[in-house]
């Protein structure tokens, strides 16, 4: 396990949270200024917590991109999750990390202390529903993530990566990945070569264009779809 820097949260100033309006329709957080979590930058390939260390902090994507894994026994890297801007991650069920993290790019991430989290929820009922849909998400994205490796082939499982990261993007058709084909093929449970093989396959048949390895656009978005379902 790397070692890193604990950030400290002594430089912030103490907010009581009753000093807010409830939040009503906007995310957790938002109903108190985001001065409240500490700002920290990780470059490339950085690790930001490891398998097994205490959950004092969780965390938001400023800017960059952050993957969580787990090493196999057998050596096996499996990718748990990408986490791109505006999302939260490190949530845990108890006191200890289940998956590794770690900055994909260069990468700005804010700290919040499970004690800050805890507070503001115990609080402020907007704040503890917030919190429970953004659980219920990370449940319903970890089925959806077990149905994908267990149930799907290659290029459907590929087919409903790219789906999922163009509903991230704003469903615009464009996407910018910025993991490399080695982290897609960990999250998809593939070789790379299966993977460069599937995406090849899907220039194939016209359903995706590539310009370069991280550039997509989605040319037959309903044949993607009926794919990846």
């Excluded at 500490?38 to 965390?59: H, K, L, V």
């Excluded at 907007?126 to 449940?139: F, K, S």
């Excluded at 590929?158 to 080695?182: K, Q, S, V, Y």
Aim: aromatic letters at 8%; charged letters at 25%; proline letters at 3%.
């Amino acid at each position: 396990m790397l070692d890193h820097p604990t950030p400290t949260i002594l430089e912030q100033p103490i907010i009581d949270w009753r000093d807010f309006a409830p939040c009503t329709t906007v995310p957790l957080f938002a109903c108190a200024p985001e001065v409240l979590g500490t700002s920290f930058n990780y470059g490339r390939d950085e690790e930001i917590y490891g398998e097994g260390e205490d959950t004092e902090f969780i965390y938001k994507v400023v800017s960059g991109a952050v993957r969580t894994y787990k090493i196999m026994r057998d050596g096996r890297r499996q990718i748990g999750g990408f986490h791109l801007p505006g999302d939260f991650f490190g949530l845990e069920t108890d006191n200890r990390h289940h998956l590794t993290a770690e900055s994909i790019t260069q990468s700005k991430v804010l700290l919040f202390t499970r004690r800050q989290v805890e507070s503001l929820v115990h609080r402020n009922i907007d704040a503890a529903r917030e919190l429970w849909l953004m659980t219920a998400q990370h449940l319903r994205h970890a089925e959806n993530h077990m149905l994908l490796l267990g149930r799907k082939t290659a290029l459907e499982r590929l087919a409903a990566f790219l789906i999922e990261m163009d509903a991230r993007h704003g469903n615009t058709g464009l996407i910018e990945l910025p993991m490399l084909r080695r982290d897609i093929a960990d999250y998809l449970g593939l070789t790379l070569e299966t993977v460069s093989r599937s995406f090849s396959e899907l220039q194939s048949q016209r359903a995706v264009e590539l310009d370069g390895a991280r550039h997509v656009a989605l040319r037959k978005r309903a044949m993607l779809e009926e794919m990846g379902a």
